[in-house]
């Protein structure tokens, strides 16, 4: 996913398995005093029945295997990596018996353009009699949209903008009286709540929306600027700057607009905080105090007083891509869909990391697909067939910034107005049970509901999302379907492991995002523990049970971004 995240699925998986005790675990988050009661037993020793459903730790690993094999070359669009997934996914789905989607096709074509930016490898700031020299990869990393060859940038006039935000329902507006028509912008990363100081500044360190980068680039260009950096600090971004250089370097696809990318920004960019402190010192400016500044009501934006040069060459391909759709007919409501979603691709080939150039994105994504063949598996071997049809969407694009599930959501092969629910998996972790089920994005809709009552069957307790301030719930596929008002459910065990206890959970999540995420060493390996894995996928598809079996919709809840989406859609519903 694209700075998308720690996101793991675990929990036990076969009959018998869960006999080892908690170790004295308590079932309360050491992170937060906000606690889902009543979902697991004091003490929970007791033995979970796997049901002969199909979903097998096996099944997950050969999936994984298959998907994650260096043969498939880390499956980025357009490649050979994303012919090969892409075929695989159908040719599974095929066998299951499962029927491809409302155009007799497997495939739902994705247009896209992909853009190599090289830019300078020095890009310099100049102004109040000083002159600074950025250095790419280390200090910077720039790209455009623009389907130009040469992207020049020259002398542009540098403005801080506190976090790039316009956020009229929050009363606030860090471009107020603030002109940067073409200028480059530089603002802080995440949004104005995340700092702490005041839990009533947004929703606290509860990441917004405004948060996002693809927001501040599009408010940047709302305004006219010429081009948007954005600052990195690791503990905001919940990500270090490994990731940025990984997921902005080399090769970046969009979406084909009619305007060939001119309505974006010229220049997107990142800097390292090391290099953005050195750059406010060259400004005259304190960084520590401009921060402080952002971070209060009332901030306004000022010139730095420098101007960037630098130059991206672009080579321009503009291309097809492939989400996989299959489905399984409903019995009696065939014309009301429940969808299931994971991304297919990851990074591809691209510099090499002790010796290895494949990023094959094994728990990133290769085992949410694992997942959604686990679950079209136990659909298809279930006595009762569902009510409601059962949607298998495998999409593209999600490292590059949810693309293929965001062309879906606005190009549905289902009316988005029939379509009951989103259930997402992304990253189901191979480290064994887990006693937690974490819903990203609780209290959004009553899927929170439908997550407790298949969490209850499994002796689990819920969790809202403990860390907030990441924005995970802006940075998987689930994502798209909520912005256009399709309830979605983002669940994971990630805070205590059953057999071994919370320490352990955090020390294996942070363990991933250190040394794995995003790098080569994401790769299959046989000692993992899929148990885990195995029963969360099994948990959601006990929930399109129960959402197949029912003649209701679930509802986004009352404070909710997303239910204006739903009711325009479904007016009156």
């Given at each position: 996913m694209r700075f998308t995240t720690l996101r793991g699925w675990l929990v036990p998986a076969?009959?018998?398995?869960?006999?080892?005790?908690?170790?004295?675990?308590?079932?309360?988050?050491?992170?937060?005093?906000?606690?889902?009661?009543?979902?697991?037993?004091?003490?929970?020793?007791?033995?979970?029945?796997?049901?002969?459903?199909?979903?097998t730790p096996a099944l997950m690993a050969r999936h994984i295997k298959a998907l994650a094999s260096d043969a498939f070359q880390g499956r980025r669009p357009?490649?050979?990596?994303?012919?090969?997934?892409?075929?695989?996914?159908?040719?599974?789905?095929?066998?299951?018996?499962?029927?491809?989607?409302?155009?007799?096709?497997?495939?739902?074509?994705?247009?896209?353009?992909?853009?190599?930016?090289?830019?300078?490898?020095?890009?310099?700031?100049?102004?109040?009699?000083?002159?600074?020299?950025?250095?790419?990869?280390?200090?910077?990393?720039?790209?455009?949209e623009h389907e130009q060859p040469v992207i020049s940038i020259k002398n542009s006039p540098l403005v801080f903008a506190g976090y790039g935000v316009t956020a009229p329902e929050y009363g606030w507006d860090d471009y107020a009286g603030l002109d940067v028509k073409g200028k480059t912008v530089v603002v802080l990363i995440n949004d104005p709540g995340n700092a702490g100081n005041d839990t009533t500044m947004f929703k606290g360190n509860a990441m917004t929306y405004y948060g996002r980068w693809s927001y501040k680039y599009e408010e940047a260009a709302r305004h006219g600027a010429t081009g948007l950096l954005i600052i990195h600090d690791t503990k905001p971004?919940?990500?270090?700057?490994?990731?940025?250089?990984?997921?902005?370097?080399?090769?970046?696809?969009?979406?084909?607009?009619?305007?060939?990318?001119?309505?974006k920004v010229a220049l997107e960019g990142w800097l390292a905080l090391d290099a953005a402190k050195r750059l406010f010192t060259a400004a005259g400016q304190s960084y520590d105090e401009a921060y402080a500044a952002a971070n209060k009501k009332g901030f306004r934006g000022r010139a730095l007083g420098l101007n960037i040069s630098t130059t991206i060459h672009n080579k321009i391909t503009r291309k097809t891509s492939k989400n996989v759709v299959a489905v399984l007919p409903g019995t009696t409501r065939p014309k009301e869909y429940i969808i299931y979603t994971a991304h297919w691709d990851h990074l591809g080939i691209g510099k090499p990391v002790a010796g290895?150039?494949?990023?094959?994105?094994?728990?990133?994504?290769?085992?949410?697909?694992?997942?959604?063949?686990?679950?079209?598996?136990?659909?298809?071997?279930?006595?009762?067939?569902?009510?409601?049809?059962?949607?298998?969407?495998?999409?593209?694009?999600?490292?590059?910034?949810?693309?293929?599930?965001?062309?879906?959501?606005?190009?549905?092969?289902?009316?988005?107005?029939?379509?009951?629910?989103?259930?997402?998996?992304?990253?189901?972790?191979?480290?064994?049970?887990m006693r937690d089920l974490t819903v990203v994005g609780y209290g959004q809709s009553d899927m929170d509901d439908y997550a407790r009552a298949a969490a209850q069957e499994q002796n689990r307790y819920v969790l809202p999302d403990q860390h907030p301030e990441t924005g995970y719930f802006y940075r998987s596929d689930h994502?798209?379907?909520?912005?256009?008002?399709?309830?979605?459910?983002?669940?994971?065990?990630?805070?205590?492991?059953?057999?071994?206890?919370?320490?352990?959970?955090?020390?294996?999540?942070?363990?991933?995002?250190?040394?794995?995420?995003?790098?080569?060493?994401?790769?299959?390996?046989?000692?993992?523990?899929?148990?885990?894995?195995?029963?969360?996928?099994?948990?959601?598809?006990?929930?399109?049970?129960?959402?197949?079996?029912?003649?209701t919709f679930p509802k986004w809840k009352d404070g909710s971004e997303f239910k204006a989406a739903r009711e325009k859609s479904r007016p009156g519903k």
């Open positions: 076969a009959a018998g398995l869960l006999l080892t005790s908690c170790q004295g675990q308590n079932s309360s988050s050491e992170k937060s005093t906000t606690v889902i009661k009543n979902e697991s037993a004091p003490g929970d020793t007791a033995s979970v029945a796997a049901p002969n459903d199909g979903i357009f490649t050979a990596g994303e012919e090969k997934a892409t075929a695989y996914l159908a040719a599974e789905f095929k066998k299951l018996g499962l029927q491809p989607g409302p155009a007799g096709s497997y495939f739902q074509a994705v247009p896209l353009v992909e853009i190599v930016g090289t830019p300078d490898s020095v890009a310099t700031i100049a102004g109040n009699g000083k002159t600074l020299a950025l250095k790419y990869r280390q200090d910077f990393m720039f790209l455009s971004a919940s990500y270090p700057w490994t990731v940025v250089q990984s997921s902005n370097g080399g090769a970046k696809l969009r979406p084909q607009t009619a305007d060939k990318g001119a309505s290895d150039s494949i990023y094959n994105g094994a728990l990133d994504n290769a085992s949410g697909c694992a997942g959604l063949l686990a679950i079209a598996t136990a659909f298809q071997q279930a006595k009762e067939k569902p009510q409601r049809s059962i949607v298998f969407l495998a999409v593209t694009g999600e490292e590059q910034g949810l693309l293929g599930s965001g062309y879906y959501a606005a190009h549905p092969l289902y009316p988005l107005a029939s379509t009951v629910a989103d259930l997402n998996m992304d990253e189901l972790f191979g480290f064994g049970p994502f798209s379907f909520a912005k256009v008002g399709v309830p979605a459910l983002y669940a994971r065990g990630l805070f205590e492991s059953r057999l071994h206890g919370k320490a352990y959970a955090e020390a294996q999540r942070v363990g991933f995002d250190e040394k794995n995420y995003h790098q080569p060493s994401d790769q299959y390996d046989p000692a993992w523990d899929l148990r885990g894995a195995a029963q969360d996928a099994r948990l959601l598809f006990r929930v399109g049970q129960r959402l197949a079996s029912e003649t």
